[in-house]
């Protein structure tokens, strides 16, 4: 591929940042969506400037894990990008994921523009009145701030890493709940 080439794809390529817990189990849940382009963990929404795992681990950064997922609007919708969202999380859930749990594990939608914000906030609607949650989604909708990439060994952890402990207990089991493995 071309520089040319490359630098028009990813002019055409949108993103937005997601948290829903573990950011290794987000990044491999988006890895297999037909359209996503990339799917790199990291950190947003907190106060501490590159932020490390382990200061955001504390809870006292303010950050969340997330992924940032670049994705072809030509080939999969922000909308579809949101439903698979809040397939693969408990949204209802304050600060936890299954035994992950703090502040770093929130739900959240990171979006970078207005129009992001409506579709997320209709999608987060529609997910809210499905009845597929007991109780009320607390998945909080922010404008996108300064994403921090996650240290090296955390990106494509899964792939990497699949006979891992979290990965055949929560990973693996996710990926075949959603049809994806």
């Not at 071309?2 to 290794?24: K, N, Y």
């Not at 950050?63 to 969202?85: G, M, N, T, W, Y």
């Not at 035994?99 to 209709?122: H, L, M, P, W």
């Not at 494509?156 to 006979?163: A, G, I, Q, S, V």
Request: hydrophobic content about 35%; glycine content about 6%; aromatic content about 10%.
């Amino acid at each position: 591929m071309t520089a040319e080439t490359e630098a028009r794809e990813s002019q055409e390529l949108e993103t937005i940042t997601l948290g829903a817990g573990c950011f290794w189990c987000v990044e491999a849940v988006y890895q297999r969506i037909d359209g996503v382009k990339s799917a790199v963990s990291g950190y947003m929404g907190g106060h501490v400037e590159n932020p490390s795992y382990k200061a955001v681990c504390t809870g006292e950064t303010g950050h969340a894990e997330v992924v940032q997922v670049a994705f072809d609007p030509k080939e999969v919708s922000l909308e579809r990008i949101l439903e698979v969202f809040w397939a693969s999380h408990d949204p209802t859930t304050l600060n936890r994921q299954g035994a992950d749990v703090g502040t770093q594990y929130r739900s959240a939608i990171y979006y970078n523009d207005e129009r992001q914000k409506r579709i997320a906030e209709a999608s987060k609607k529609a997910a809210d009145a499905s009845g597929d949650f007991p109780d009320p989604i607390v998945t909080e909708i922010t404008a996108a701030a300064t994403f921090y990439r996650a240290e090296d060994y955390h990106q494509e952890f899964y792939e990497l890493n699949k006979t891992y402990p979290y990965c055949r207990a929560v990973i693996t089991p996710k990926l075949k709940k959603l049809g994806l493995e």
